[in-house]
């Protein structure tokens, strides 16, 4: 399909417009609105706005209910003025986890301690790939965001039944003794950081002493009261913090996410600075989705631009992009776009850039 505006593709039906309009400005609010409530079935297509109503705090969203109104993520609720947390809390999250024999494909692998061994003795088992070892793998079920081409869109049945409901300490009580990290993705962490933390904390304590890494792939939407506190975990424990950053461009941003990146920025920059805490195993580790027709070389020169400010030795990760949930209609990611992108990050003075994922 072609652009509704300049004619040039490859374009997502649900959006209509490619990623140079969007990012330029073009107005597509209503496309982009009808394309986020297909995505969303009974949630929110948006956060929450409601002139009266009552605010969340937990994540990066700030959603602000009607009566009767559930927020984005799905897991708070407006109930006769008060607001109801259904999950996400210190005592009862959305999640299910898994073994993933390490080294695991992370965006983060060819870096951290896990795949290579950086760190080693403090933070790693072995001076290389920890082969033997398994990561903790936490899918949290629920988004601050709405990719329209999220590869775990699993997700959103989750948020919508809240289920299924689990305590802190049965998270914790499956650390075993070949569990070498913890990692938690979804979704996203950002709705249900409570729960992740206190989880986390408890998992420590289970580990009893051993090298037992904690680790965040996130979208950045981080409420910021949340964010430190996150951060000191991974810092001290040898983990690291994944952004996964969609797009520079806001309206590009928004019109993929349903959402806008002005948090995830602020939060990214301030933890650039843990970096110097702990130069290795890298604390702080970025990742993009190329998607063709909309997330290429000039969206990934900007973020690159804007990470080698705060750190040029800050890791980024270049993801192929693969057709599924809203734009399963757009081709696999060319070996070609990769390469323009990669060069694109070089040039923009990032010293550490891999594509990931290459088959």
Known sequence: MECRSCGRGPVARALGFCGSCLAAGIDAARTVGEAHRLSRGPLPAG??????????????????????ERGFCGLRINRGGRLVQLAGTPDRGVATWYYDPLPTNCVADWVCPGGTGAGYPRYAYRPGPETGYTNLAVFLGACSFDCLFCQNDSYHRMARNVAPLVAPGQLASAVAEHTACLCYFGGDPSPQMPFALKAARLALERAGGRIFRICWETNGNIHP?????????????????????????????RALTGVDNRQTLRNFESLASYMEKRPEPPFLV?????????????????????????????PYTLLAFYPHHLMRDLPTTSRRQAEECRAAALEAGLRRVRIGNVH
């Open 47 to 68: 956060p929450p706005r409601a002139a009266e109503g009552v605010s969340c705090r937990v994540c990066g969203n700030m959603c602000r209910m009607a009566p009767g």
């Open 286 to 314: 970025a990742s993009t989705l190329l998607v063709p027709g909309y997330v290429g070389a000039a969206e990934v020169g900007a973020i690159a631009r804007f990470i080698a400010g705060l750190d040029p030795g800050i």
């Open 225 to 253: 009261r949340y964010l430190g506190t996150a951060a000191e975990l991974s810092l001290a424990s040898g983990g690291c913090v994944k952004f996964d950053l969609k797009a520079w461009s806001e309206p590009l941003h």
